[in-house]
């Protein structure tokens, strides 16, 4: 028996449900790099796709698979053999490979198929079996269970175990639970369900009434040994429960949570910015482990204490979760090497020619800024990996703005190597900017949030801005970072365009055509 032990098995979702959320869409690419990334941290279990959904989630699944080192690589599957076929296609090319099937268990969920309780119960019968039949590691979980009645979850969850489930997950779908509750429905599966003993009981919780990471916790001291989680918590609405919070929260109080997990938490910070820039979703500025601030002390009276003893204010070292201990400043003077090192110290590891380009950009920021602190050289990366391939390229902006209206951009933008120009007025610099890229490029996609934060300090800090797009249910976001908003603006709404134009000519490919949340067929 397995459930018991103290070794919480980490189930990253970040590439499923925390790529669900509007606007955080991956590409293939960055979601392999994710995935890297996880693997190389100590997750467990990463959680790759929903095959069924798109090609280009199926082709994601399958790659990551491929890939893997040391994690079970795990695809998502709706209660019927189609996906459970096709989630299977995608990860038999893992070493070790999981099939996770669900299917809504509350009297909301059930209506969706309008399927009878027991006829709910032969489909998960027959659909764990058929799992089981392809894959020996089956995840299932009851949707919704936190809002399933206790006779029925408990019945559903012993037919699961029968059938052959290794793993039962126990979602708070819509973030309703509380710690209490979590815990004791957990001890109440344990203690009712026959083969109980023979599974691990996973903990999936969100984020709606922020106790997503209290009520996993309760979860483990109750008897579950996986917890669910993203990486900053993403995922859709008030997201998942946040993987660095639960690991660190296990880490640091381990005297009253005595649980273990795989994760070098040293690697926490840089899957952090990964996750925050490929996905678009920035992290709050207090957000716990790997906001800004999580590790600034900036009162007097606090700054002090910190400088007679770290442990007066600090209950954990910012190197614990990756952060190095000294923000060097770098500027104008800085070399090659030194950038290599301080960029090293950042989690960026660069071949000679990309150093060379960075090391272009760096000289032009360390021109028109006289310090460029760690923040600077982390956006200046985000802005890097972007532009090689672009459709669109913003070449020149000039922009008159103040109390004088009209505001006006004078804008040159190459559109598949070829530059054109005009002049769009607008409601101040930002919009009229937008107007002139809409001038060259016209295209119907709506602005969903525009975002503008200062990466530092000082009237010299860049911004980053952050653009996300809709156009025809396909969300997008682009974000860009320089000294000049304006300039930020229109390099993130470019950005924004550019992956619109990736999406368009990949859809039927890229373009989920299935949510796991449509009806359960
Ligand atoms: O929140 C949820 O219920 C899910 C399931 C698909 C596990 O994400
Ligand atoms: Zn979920």
Known sequence: ??????????????????????????????????????????????????????????????????????????????????????????????????????????????????????????????????????????????????????????????????????????????????????????????????????????????????????????????????????????????????????????????????????????????????????????????????????????????QDGMLKNPENFEIMRPEDVGLSATNLVMGKHSGRAALRAKLHDLGYDLGDNQLKDVFVRFKALADRKKEVFDDDLIALMRDAGTEAADYLKVKFLRVICGTEAPQSADLTLTVDGTDHQVTANGDGPVDATFNAVKQIFPHSAHLKLFQVHAVTGGTDAQATVTVRLEEDGRIVTGQSADTDTVVASAKAYVAALNRLIVRRTKTGSDQKEISYKDAVS
């Open 1 to 302: 028996m397995t459930a018991m032990n103290d070794r919480v098995v980490i189930f990253d979702t970040t590439l499923r449900d925390g790529e669900q959320s509007p606007g955080a869409t991956m590409t293939h690419d960055e979601k392999l790099e994710i995935a890297q990334l996880l693997d190389e941290m100590g997750v467990d279990v990463i959680e790759a796709g929903f095959p069924i959904a798109s090609d280009g989630d199926f082709e994601a699944v399958r790659d990551i698979s491929k890939n893997a080192k040391n994690a079970v690589i795990c695809g998502l599957a709706r209660a019927n053999f189609k996906d459970i076929d096709r989630c299977w296609e995608a990860v038999r090319h893992a070493e070790r490979p999981r099939i996770h099937t669900f299917i809504g268990t509350s009297p909301l969920h059930r209506a969706i198929p309008n399927l009878t309780m027991d006829e709910m119960a032969d489909r998960i019968h027959e659909t764990v079996t058929h799992a089981r039949n392809l894959c020996d590691n089956v995840q299932w979980s009851p949707m919704d269970a936190t809002r399933t009645e206790h006779d029925y979850l408990c019945r559903v969850v012993e037919i699961a175990i029968k059938a052959g489930a290794t793993t039962i997950n126990i979602p708070d779908t819509v973030g309703y639970t509380a710690p209490r509750e979590s815990a004791d429905l957990i001890r109440m599966l344990i203690e009712r369900v026959p083969g109980a003993d023979q599974i691990i009981f996973a903990t999936h919780c969100h984020n709606d009434l922020g106790m997503a990471t209290a009520n996993s916790l309760a979860a483990v001291e109750a008897g579950a040994r996986q917890i669910e989680c993203t990486i900053n918590g993403l995922g859709e609405r008030a997201g998942n429960t946040a993987l660095e919070e639960v690991v660190m929260a296990l880490k640091v109080r381990h005297d009253i949570m005595p649980y273990t997990t795989g994760i070098d938490t040293t690697k926490i910070m840089n899957i952090s910015r990964r996750v925050a820039d490929v996905s678009g979703f920035q992290v709050q500025f207090n957000k716990a482990i790997v906001g800004k601030n999580a590790f600034a002390h900036e009162s007097g009276i606090h």
